[in-house]
């Protein structure tokens, strides 16, 4: 006696009502995309079956409880087709549409139109299904096209994949169902970005994306992902006979299949055209990545006179899109200056044609991209050119590494003009900070004379480009060395407006410390910061050779600020600059210094350095400090004013006593406020 036997018929009929339900749900749900119950009552069902079998350890062979569940393999077994799993000729245009239909007419000796079916092409990964009296028992990759993998575990766990061929009549006694297995483009993109996450290797594309999921040894690593399927062929056959394409679509749809979105059958190649035109402007409207059409003569008798070359029907031909991809080789890294000083990393590639157009280099975007990507020059990648968009790296093919690849670093010096380059913490860019760079100098000589800066009327971006091209204006102070005569060689210039311009410029001498520190554009330093650095330095030589230190002790002046401005300052090209200028003749007034104003402050000229804890928190007193025209500092020395002492004061409370320093407590400080200003704290 079998333990099925045993099992109580009521039982048996349950599950059985259970997994047809089940199945037809399913199949609304992930083929129709029109579910008649809610994923409530799915579940309910689910479980009641699961429940069921595990009780009577009757479990029918298309039970969706066995979609899951197998164990991880390790490799995959080789699996024979048994009718050889074909690619596809390819047409790149029209005109080799028609040029096919020609040779067809010819093939078969007729003039009459060709009844064709024209479908999308699916670009993602073909695989058989193979079926033995209704149910399927293996499923394999293409391969080779005589020889897959067998990833029936994985197939499995696609929803869309029936378990069992349903529907009128009896299902053939044995049947190879061919289709592609593909991922939806937001799907593909929502996996991307977990791994990115969890910094794993990106898919180049979605087909990438369908291929790895099917090509995974662990089955559960294959149900996570949303895979889907299309079926539009078959192999081999027993028990079922079909007269076309058409047919066979019609088949696949009533015995459950999921079958490609569209698929028209027209008479004669201009209707095709007109189809294939159709898929072609539609194809942003798919959810899924398409990279053609697919053309097959609709009827099997022709199909069947026609027959194949080696590897490819002469009844079909895919009209192939322009491509969005191709693979190159990376023969050179550089960085570009663009027009703010930031210098971009390219990449030089071996010349590839994607869609039509060679593509030879494209931008990496920034320094953190390459680190991100792991690119590295002699290394092939897969760069991308879709629609209006700039062709970029996708991803490195890292399997085609020999071990000779480059890896290229941030670069020390600017690309064009040698000068150190600079980059903030935090930022992934990087820049060249210099006056002369002639990557940027007319963007910063346009900017030098705008109104808000030098307000040199005429001195406009027309005619720096102008001055700039005829090599009259190549380093700021040249502003300053142009001379009439110059201007009136040029074709834009008359004697009133070379008159005019030279007069502009004259007059600009005269300027403000914050006015001129704005105008010379110094990174993050805008007009706010160029007031606030006039308050603080007398001079513009004050800030020669600054340190970031020296600067941040401002209150409003940021790191960012504090960094850029000593990096300016302490490059020896720039100062020069600066001296040039001021030799022809630029005169720096500085109304906005502080002394002067602030001098009735109590604290004003007196110096405070902090040691041990005090009753509040030790940047708040400085602050006070600063309120009040003092100037706190870490650096204790016999020019000190003052040192107050905390609670537990550290070694600066002997050095003052040795220097001679006055030390102070907090309520001592708040006293000295009070004594010196004659009126109560300003808080
Ligand atoms: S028919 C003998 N129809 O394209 C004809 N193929 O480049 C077999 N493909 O290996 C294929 N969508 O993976 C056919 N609607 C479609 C298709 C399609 C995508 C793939 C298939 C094939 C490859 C050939």
Redesign the pocket.
Known sequence: MTISEKIPEQIKKEIAQLVKDLNYHCYRYYVLDAPVISDTEYDREYRRLKELEEKSNYILPDSPTLRVGAPPLEKFEKVKHTEP????DNAFSHDEVREFDKRIKRLLDSDREIEYTV????????IELSYRNGLLYKSST?GDGYVGEDVTWNIRTIKSVPLKIEGQGKAPEEIDI?G?VFIDIDEFENLNKQREEKGEPLFANPRNAAAGSIRQLDPAVTMLRKLHL?C??IGAVKGLRLKSQAELVNWLAEARFPT?AMMKTVQGIDAVIAVVREIEDTRGDFTFEIDGA?I?VNDFVLQQKLGVKTR??RW?I?YKFEAHQGTTKIREIHGSVGRTGVITPFAVFEPVKIGGVMVSRSTLHNWDEIKRKDIKIGDTVVVERAGDVIPHVVMVVKEERTGREKSFSIPEKCPACGSTVMREEGEVAVRCVSLHCPAQIQEKIIHFASRGGMDIEGLGEKNVELLYSRGLIQRFEDIYRLEKENLLELPRFAEKSAHNLIDAIEKSKHTTLAKFLFAIGILHVGEYAAKLLAKNFRTLEALYHISPEEIIHIKQAGEKIASSVAAFFNDKKNLQTLNSMIELGLDIKNPDFAAGTDAHLPLKGLSFVITGTLPKPRKEVEGLIEKHGGRPSSALSAKTNFLIAGEEPGSKLLKAKSLGVRTISYTELLKLIEERSGHPRLF
């Open positions: 799993m074909l690619s596809l479908e999308p092409k699916y670009d993602g990964l073909a293409r061919r592609e299309a539009y062929g490609p697919v097959k490819e029907p079909a895919a």
